[in-house]
């Protein structure tokens, strides 16, 4: 299996994973053949790429942080709230109140999580899938603290409404793929302050979640905005969101630019450590981030290539290979893994396109 641009797709090819809709309904099922109408189909609804089965590559599967189930719904309703706010209706807070409980018991069912791949998105709706990784991002880095659950609930309530304001900037200046004017820009860095009203208005949620609205493009330094805030005169819940949410976005496909690797964007935000970012929230975030994700092929220093199939809690920048080419560029017929932790000598040079 492996991510496909959807520009570079060829009718025949085998998707590995379900495709749906914005609506969450399905668009394309597992194991189906691509049409060169599907193609279209795809390229219409701006999906930017999708997962197709890579007979060369040995089967494996992905752990995902959510079930399709509660992600979808979850998207549906930051979809829907948008809307309303959109044309002057009250939002639904009970709704926005269950779809957060569904994203964080699901999380705290299981057992240290790590996110692996992001998940497929068109950029018409890269607002709300944008939405429900960071809540999940949050709650992962808040795990690590000694919050209780109805603090565990605000900061994933304002980490899902977080960007609840840019509803009420111009979709054109939102969507705009060149670089945006100095006016645009303004009216750009006006939706914390309109999220924040938005939010603070709403019956069930926090003034706590409304204030990540209002500062999660706070920074560290004092660099950010609105108000140009430093330190511990950002919310903390907000400077959680604020690692979220940057992450997300670097690894994201935009109309404006390519999306990062992990490994590419974990770079960034170390170097934002301290500086942009809270250290002890980016420290947290390495833990629950693969480096190179289950599915990721790699070349070896030993000049072997192999497909990474599981990760080392201990140490996610040193997973489990399962070699796919020897030294000799020949695919390789036994099974041979090699776990880096374990074997200090071999490592990762690349990540390749297979």
Known sequence: MKRVPVGSLEAGMKVAKTVYTADGNILLNSGMRLK?????????????????????????????????????KAINVI????????????????????????ILNEILLQNHVIIHLSDIRSYDNYTFHHSVSVTILAVLIALNFDYNIKQLKKIATGAFLHDLGKIMVEPEIIKKSKELTDEEYKEVKKHPDYGYELLRELDGVSILSAHVAYQHHEHYDGSGYPRGLTGDEINEFAQIVTVA?????LTSDRIYKRKLRPDEALKIIQEL??????????????????????????ALNTQEIGLVVDVNKENLSEPIVRIIRDQAGEKVKEVKEIDLIHNQDVEIEEVLEF
């Open 36 to 72: 060169e109408s599907y193609i279209e189909r795809l390229k219409d609804l701006g999906i930017m790429e999708i997962y197709i089965i890579n007979e060369e590559l040995p089967e494996f599967s992905i752990p995902e942080p959510l079930s399709d189930k509660t992600r979808l």
């Open 79 to 102: 979809k829907e709230t948008m809307k309303q706010i959109k044309v002057g209706h009250s939002i639904d807070s009970k709704e926005i109140k269950e779809a957060v409980d569904d």
């Open 245 to 249: 949410d940057i992450y997300d976005a």
């Open 273 to 298: 450590r301290g500086t942009k970012l809270n250290p002890k929230f980016v420290d947290v975030l390495h833990k629950h981030i693969a480096t190179y994700p289950v599915g990721t092929v790699v």
